[in-house]
């Protein structure tokens, strides 16, 4: 480093610094050289250390995750245990099925159920990939024309404020009932946390655009590779937690309003509803909240890389 | 290399010359002619910055100082050609701000660091060539990280650093793509009084040795005078030059300087300046 050594010197004959053991990390490995660059970097770390007042390097804010995990598995297990209390008492009539006999039954009638559950589940799987695609495409495109974000909100609204329930029998008009007409209501189901999504994604991606961004005149496709999109991955984590479980609930809700006439964990409710088997609705409620619980870990599984790296 | 007019008296306080209308020949350094801004709201402007005038030769080290809140932001983004000033004209090595910004030769040390989580101190300070579509320059961001004394965090994230050590990331980020003009604001304000006058002076050695002009904010009076060839002492919003100092003491000597009576006495007479412009 010519640049430092034509300067170095008086560097360190002007201002001594008394040479006390650093408790920096980074100091010791640059200590012993004696040279002026090396004693500038080593006041410069410990007065990094000062400046960080001794704090650990562990980021604070936010429960301990033993403490997370307590909580989570605390709630959890309340639930069922609430259930059962309510069920014990009898005030809500036969129909309250308690969480005993739901296990019971979903266990007996097992094969029965996930053989309807199955199309359920793949339709919403299904439903995801497509809307996982949305989701990428999108991005991008808001990335480089913001202009469409206040649309997609538009949209977002319109679509949010359609009735599922009634939007499938008008669908089954035009579509054949079965599984492509689940999958295109849980699309249309899973369409408001995205679009949602979108619009957040839009402002977060041009964050410090107008600083950084417009100093090297980067163009905007650039800005968000290296940037934007990692300013959404909050939006991104939140949004598919969103829309995993509520994919879901609209397949249900599509078979529930006659999307398929053969099988599905919404015709298994119906069925049980209508032929009054309230442990069998029961257990039905019970694997869909499973699966709904399941989706969500998923979402939040896949988007645990990218929420560590922004933290 | 002394880029302020060796004729100068020890310190020579100039009357702000407001607006000049004449015309001048192209400066290669920074020249500042009658710019006015103001923030558009929806009730009229904001105004920040009012018919400002002054230079700084190529090379040169430009202090503003000002009260809280004048405007000396807006009057680096407007050098920078983040913004585009309501009145007047601002020259930089020879072109338009916005010539200077579409050829990338300007680095910006936001008041706001605006560090990125996701990368390390390292990437952070090699952002600038992924934003411009250049090659990653290795040599020279570890040199950067030498001289800010930030070699040992490179591989570290920013939410481990200081508050500090984040404005010395910022600082060698502005300077990663070896900038003609630099923009530094309050880039030491976190530091203490060791640390921030050895980059003061690691700053300089850096000006003068890449002959980047540069333009600092600082509430520091001290800061002001160690460092600048040219300090401009702004009032009270909407900022307009209240005194123009030289400070022709050579680079080389400003480390000595800092005990002398001289010195004392310019500081006291910027700040004299300052509380008159207040
Ligand atoms: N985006 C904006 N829109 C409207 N007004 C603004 C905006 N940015 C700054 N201002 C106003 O312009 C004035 C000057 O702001 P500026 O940030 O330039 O001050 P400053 O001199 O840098 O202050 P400080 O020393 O506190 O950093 C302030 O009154 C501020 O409220
Ligand atoms: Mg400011």
């Known amino acids: ?311 | 290399m002394n880029p302020a007019p060796a004729s100068l008296s020890a310190m020579e306080a100039i009357p702000a010359a407001a607006g000049d209308p004449s015309p001048a020949p192209p400066s290669d350094g920074l020249r500042i002619r009658g710019v006015s801004y103001g923030y558009p709201q929806r009730r009229g402007a904001v105004p920040a910055v009012d018919d400002v005038s002054f230079e700084v030769p190529r090379g040169g080290m430009g202090v503003l100082v000002g009260p809280s809140g004048c405007g000396k932001s807006t009057l680096l983004r407007l050098v920078a050609g983040l913004l585009e000033p309501d009145a007047g004209d601002i020259e930089v090595g020879g072109v338009n701000p916005a010539r200077l910004r579409a050829e990338r030769r300007a680095g910006f040390a936001f008041q706001d660091p605006g560090l990125l989580s996701w990368r390390t101190v390292r990437r952070n300070i090699e952002l600038p060539f992924d934003l411009a579509g250049l090659p990653r320059d290795r040599a020279w961001t570890d040199h950067l990280l030498e001289i800010t004394g930030l070699a040992d965090w490179a591989d570290r994230r920013p939410r481990e650093l200081s508050g500090g050590m984040r404005q010395r990331v910022a600082l060698a980020r502005a300077l990663a793509t070896r900038p003609d003009v630099l923009l530094l604001d309050e880039p030491f304000g976190a530091l203490d009084e060791i640390t921030r006058s050895d980059l003061n002076l690691e700053l300089l050695r850096i000006l003068t040795d890449t002959a980047t002009t540069c333009l600092l904010v600082t509430h520091s009076v001290d800061e002001a005078v160690l460092l600048a060839d040219v300090v401009v002492v702004l009032g009270r919003r909407p900022c307009a030059v209240h005194a123009v100092h030289e400070v022709p003491t050579p680079r080389a000597g400003r480390r000595e300087v800092r005990d002398t009576a001289d010195f004392a006495d310019r500081c006291r007479a910027v700040r004299a300046a300052l509380e008159a412009g207040r």
Do not use: K
Not at chain 1, 15 to 30: D, I
Not at chain 1, 85 to 104: I, K, Q
Not at chain 1, 159 to 177: D, H, Y
């Open chain 1, 1 to 311: 480093m010519t640049m430092m050594g034509a300067h170095a010197g008086d560097a360190t004959e002007a201002v001594p610094v008394p040479r006390t053991p650093s408790r920096a990390s980074g100091a010791s490995t640059v200590a012993g050289d004696g040279s002026a660059t090396a004693d500038r970097v080593r006041r410069l770390a410990r007065s990094d250390d000062a400046d960080r007042g001794g704090r650990s390097l562990r980021p604070t804010g936010g429960p301990a995750v033993v403490t997370r995990v307590a909580v989570t598995t605390a709630a959890i297990v309340a639930l069922p245990v609430i259930w059962a209390a309510l069920a014990a008492t009898g005030w809500l009539g036969p129909g309250f099925v308690g969480p005993a006999e739901t296990v019971r039954t979903l266990h007996e009638q097992w094969s029965m159920i996930w053989f309807n559950a199955s199309p359920t589940l793949s339709a919403t799987l299904t439903g995801v990939l497509i809307l996982l695609a949305i989701t990428a495409v999108g991005m991008v495109v808001v990335a480089v024309i913001p202009a469409l974000a206040a649309a997609l909100g538009g949209l977002s609204v319109v679509l949010g404020s359609l009735p599922l329930i009634a939007v499938t029998p008008a669908l089954a008009l035009v579509v054949t009932r079965g599984a492509q007409l689940v999958t295109i209501v849980t699309v249309l189901s899973g369409l408001v946390p995205v679009a949602a999504m979108l619009v957040a994604a839009a402002g977060a991606a041009t964050r410090g655009r107008e600083d950084l961004g417009a100093l090297y005149a980067t163009p905007r496709l650039r800005w968000w590779r290296h940037v934007g999109f990692w300013h959404t991955v909050p939006v991104l984590d939140l949004g598919l937690r969103a829309m995993l479980p509520a994919c879901f609930v609209g397949a249900i809700v599509a078979e529930w309003s006659g999307a398929t006439g053969t099988r599905g964990l919404g015709q298994v409710m119906v069925n049980a509803l209508f032929s009054y088997q309230p442990a069998l609705l029961w257990a039905a409620l019970l694997l869909a909240a499973g699966a709904a619980l399941g989706l969500f870990g998923l979402a939040a599984l896949i988007m645990m890389p990218l929420r560590r790296r922004i933290r």
